[in-house]
């Protein structure tokens, strides 16, 4: 082993020992119906006081190769967070509020942070330990929200041996199914294909095929959907 890297290997033992999660969420993914707020729930590990602060992104293409989240103004987003920084006793708790704003088109995905942060100089948390709010090096936690369309629907088209999502809604496919009659070779896939997303099949598409897919809608939690679909003509 080279002396360099005999020098950084203590370096990163130390630096992941010093790492902790000094505060945990729950749940780590939800969803916004546009009438309802949901909410989050944020859990101290710590027995020192801290303050979180709280951020949001929005996925572009998520669940696809080119997936990326991008910061946005509020006014541009679907829901909000309140509150959006606040002080958290060691061992205690609080409720994370995320607020319906405006319906989008089409199923959005969104990732909310939460992250400990320093706090304001001079500031004092409840419990009058304010002052002693220590954040050492700690993880963020990212929990996932989809946000539903105004109208929910679903539209799957095959073609050229590729599933596409047509529709509004976000679907998770947990299998696909190449039939012929009454007999079906299916493929376990987890995969979830939002609005104007594409999927490439694990078998040729043949003439006189089917394709049944198995899938789940945020909406409707765990429960599972089965279609069958024509392919477009080759």
Same mark, same amino acid.
């Given at each position: 082993m080279k002396p360099v890297i005999r020098c950084l290997l203590p370096l990163s033992l130390l630096l992941a020992s010093q790492a902790q999660a000094n505060l945990t969420i729950h749940p780590m993914r939800t969803s916004v119906d546009g009438k309802r707020p949901t909410?989050? #729930? !944020?859990? &101290?590990?710590?027995?020192?006081?801290?303050?979180?602060?709280?951020?949001?992104?929005?996925?572009?293409?998520?669940?696809?190769?080119?997936?990326?989240?991008?910061?946005?103004?509020?006014?541009?987003?679907?829901?909000?967070?309140?509150p959006a920084k606040f002080a958290l006793a060691g061992g205690g708790n609080r409720l994370i509020r995320i607020v319906p704003l405006r319906p989008p088109a089409l199923e959005t995905a969104y990732r909310v942070y939460f992250e400990g942060v320093g706090g304001p100089e001079g500031a004092d948390m409840a419990d009058g330990e304010g002052a002693d709010a220590q954040v050492g090096v700690s993880l963020v936690w990212g929990a996932l929200v989809n946000v539903l369309p105004a109208e929910s629907r679903v539209e799957? #088209? !095959?073609? &050229?041996?590729?599933?596409?999502?047509?529709?509004t809604a976000r679907v998770g496919i947990t299998s696909v199914a190449d039939c012929v009659g009454s007999r079906c070779t299916a493929h376990d896939i987890s995969r979830a294909l939002y609005p104007g997303g594409v999927l490439n099949l694990p078998f040729d598409?043949?003439?006189?095929?089917?394709?049944?897919l198995r899938y789940r809608l945020t909406r409707d939690g765990h429960r599972e959907h089965v279609q069958t679909l024509i392919p477009a003509a080759i």
């Amino acid at each position: 082993m080279k002396p360099v890297i005999r020098c950084l290997l203590p370096l990163s033992l130390l630096l992941a020992s010093q790492a902790q999660a000094n505060l945990t969420i729950h749940p780590m993914r939800t969803s916004v119906d546009g009438k309802r707020p949901t909410q989050i #729930r !944020v859990y &101290s590990q710590s027995t020192q006081p801290q303050y979180v602060q709280v951020s949001l992104r929005r996925i572009v293409n998520p669940a696809e190769e080119t997936e990326h989240e991008v910061e946005l103004d509020p006014e541009e987003a679907a829901i909000a967070v309140t509150p959006a920084k606040f002080a958290l006793a060691g061992g205690g708790n609080r409720l994370i509020r995320i607020v319906p704003l405006r319906p989008p088109a089409l199923e959005t995905a969104y990732r909310v942070y939460f992250e400990g942060v320093g706090g304001p100089e001079g500031a004092d948390m409840a419990d009058g330990e304010g002052a002693d709010a220590q954040v050492g090096v700690s993880l963020v936690w990212g929990a996932l929200v989809n946000v539903l369309p105004a109208e929910s629907r679903v539209e799957l #088209r !095959v073609d &050229s041996g590729t599933l596409l999502n047509l529709g509004t809604a976000r679907v998770g496919i947990t299998s696909v199914a190449d039939c012929v009659g009454s007999r079906c070779t299916a493929h376990d896939i987890s995969r979830a294909l939002y609005p104007g997303g594409v999927l490439n099949l694990p078998f040729d598409v043949r003439p006189g095929h089917t394709v049944q897919l198995r899938y789940r809608l945020t909406r409707d939690g765990h429960r599972e959907h089965v279609q069958t679909l024509i392919p477009a003509a080759i």
